[in-house]
Every structure is written in structure tokens, then in C-alpha cells.
């Protein structure tokens, strides 16, 4: 497996390929961004996967400072995985110059849910991925659906630019418990994360209900939050909404239930497909 840390030095790499498949990461990897890097093998000639710490998707109360940069041991991980070709730029090296030009996704879909309490995570997320997408000269991605709603906006801007690239969905790999595998569950004491399960099991309780024929979205939603709350956790929102759009749900559509809570001093989110 190649490592390279520099644009031209990634140029070079890529020259002798035509479709390269691109697995973007922040680093700090665990098996659901290995699953990934496994999924995209046969989709390309050639299997790479980014390492970047991206500035610009985190906010003012965000953990950028503070976020594991474990190279050494990602790299270690991507080799066994089958992985051919790592890009690990610095922050100088990606943005030499301040990055002024951002992508604007629509507000439809990026003021909602993550994006109410992100201010400004989609646009730093698009613009990041954008550049990661023409610098590896992707002809196919593979995004994680535990991020339902970055997978969703990645898709419609690709979607928008005509890019030919093909964004796949890799399903949420999870504990035994089923908790979402996440590289901020290290960041969880012994006892929050015995409780982190909770969150999980919020959701298939409502995606039963549903299943059972409950409409009654607005309520689930009201009951989830408040059991959680009871639980000592902090919940930013408990939703269902239709996959196509995340918007409001209609009948007959096809249905998420997604949630963002915080446990202790940790952001979890999680999403079930209904």
C-alpha cells in the first residue's frame, strides 16, 4: 500500500489508473470505515482512501483540536484491508491558501436536523468532499449511511455538477448492542457506554410502532425524546421523515427515523430505515 501526503505526489500515484474508487475518511478508523474501504474494492481499479481532518465542517463548540489523528494506526488497518493507495494531506498542503471559494448546498436540506445544529457542517462537508473527489480523480465513492443526511447532500450536489461519479451507500456497521460504530464512541466513559445502546433501541421502537401502522409521527417522536431525557441524555432531535428528502412524511412513503443526542459530553447520531 502506497502513502502519500502531497497533491503532486497523489497525481503521480493516480496516473496509471482510470477509475479509482475513493473512500473519504477523518481518520480514527474503525470496522465501519474498513467495511467501506472492503465494499469499494470491486468498484475501481484502484482502492483509496483519504485521511483529512476537515476544519471547515466543524463548528465553534466542535471537537477539531481535540479529534484523534491516529495515522500510523489507520494505515496499519487500511493495508489489511486491501486498501492501495492512502492520501493523508496536511492542512497546508489541502488548503494552501485559505479556502474562500465554499460550496452552498440547499437550504431544504441542510437547515434541517444535523444541519439546525450544525450551522455551516454541510457547506464545509460538500466543499471538502468536492476537492477530495477531483484531486483522487474518483469514478466512484463510498460514503457511510450512518450519515444519512451528509450521504443524501453528497449525492444531489454530485447529482447537480454532472460529475461521473458514482456515490454508494455502505450500510451502519454496529456493535453487538447496536450501538452505530463511530470514531466519537472512544470519546464515552465505561458507563455511558453501556448506556449508549439507548439510542439504537429508540429507533427500532419507533420503526415498530410505524411498522404496526402508528401515524401518529409527531408523538413517537415527542416519546422517544422525553424518554431519553429521562436516561440523562441531552437529545437534539428524534425524527421521521420520508427518505427521498427528509422532509415531512406523506403516505405511502418510504420512511427514516434519525436522531442526535449527546451523552455526557459526547454527539451520538443514528438513523433506521423504516
Known amino acids: 500500500m502506497q502513502i502519500v501526503h502531497t497533491l503532486p505526489a497523489l497525481a503521480d500515484a493516480l496516473k496509471p489508473y482510470r477509475h479509482p474508487a475513493v473512500v473519504p475518511t477523518?481518520?480514527?478508523l474503525h470496522e465501519g470505515h474498513l467495511a467501506l474501504v472492503r465494499q469499494a474494492k470491486p468498484l475501481g481499479d484502484l482502492t483509496v482512501a483519504t485521511i483529512f481532518v476537515n476544519r471547515l465542517q466543524f463548528g465553534p463548540q466542535d471537537d477539531f483540536d481535540t479529534y484523534p489523528r491516529t495515522l500510523a494506526a489507520d494505515c496499519a488497518q487500511?493495508?489489511?484491508a486491501g486498501c492501495d493507495l492512502v492520501f493523508a494531506p496536511t492542512e497546508a498542503e489541502f488548503y494552501p491558501e485559505p479556502q474562500t471559494f465554499r460550496i452552498a448546498?440547499?437550504?431544504?436540506?441542510?437547515?434541517v436536523l444535523e444541519g439546525e445544529f450544525r450551522p455551516g457542517f454541510?457547506?464545509?462537508v460538500c466543499?471538502?468532499?468536492l476537492k477530495l473527489l477531483s484531486c483522487t480523480q474518483a469514478r466512484s465513492a463510498v460514503f457511510g449511511k450512518k450519515d444519512y443526511q451528509?450521504?443524501?447532500?453528497?449525492?444531489q450536489m454530485v447529482r447537480q455538477f454532472n460529475l461521473p461519479i458514482a456515490i454508494v451507500g455502505g450500510e451502519t456497521?454496529?456493535?453487538a448492542d447496536g450501538l452505530a460504530m463511530s470514531s466519537r464512541n472512544g470519546y464515552l466513559s465505561e458507563a455511558e457506554r453501556a448506556q449508549a445502546r439507548e439510542l439504537h433501541a429508540s429507533l427500532q421502537a419507533i420503526a415498530q410502532a410505524v411498522r404496526a401502522g402508528n401515524t401518529g409521527y409527531a408523538a413517537l417522536e415527542a416519546h422517544a425524546m422525553e424518554s431519553l431525557r429521562a436516561k440523562g441524555w441531552q437529545p437534539d432531535y428524534v425524527a421521521v421523515r420520508r427518505q427521498a428528502d427528509l422532509q415531512a412524511p406523506h403516505p405511502g412513503d418510504a420512511l427514516v427515523v434519525l436522531a442526535a443526542a449527546r451523552l455526557g459530553s459526547?454527539?451520538?447520531i443514528d438513523n433506521f430505515e423504516i
Do not use: H
Open 127 to 129: 466543499t471538502v468532499v
Open 26 to 28: 477523518m481518520g480514527n
Open 78 to 80: 487500511l493495508e489489511a
Open 150 to 155: 451528509q450521504l443524501m447532500v453528497i449525492r
Open 173 to 175: 456497521r454496529r456493535a
Open 105 to 111: 448546498p440547499p437550504a431544504a436540506l441542510t437547515d
Open 122 to 124: 454541510f457547506a464545509g
Open 266 to 268: 459526547t454527539r451520538l
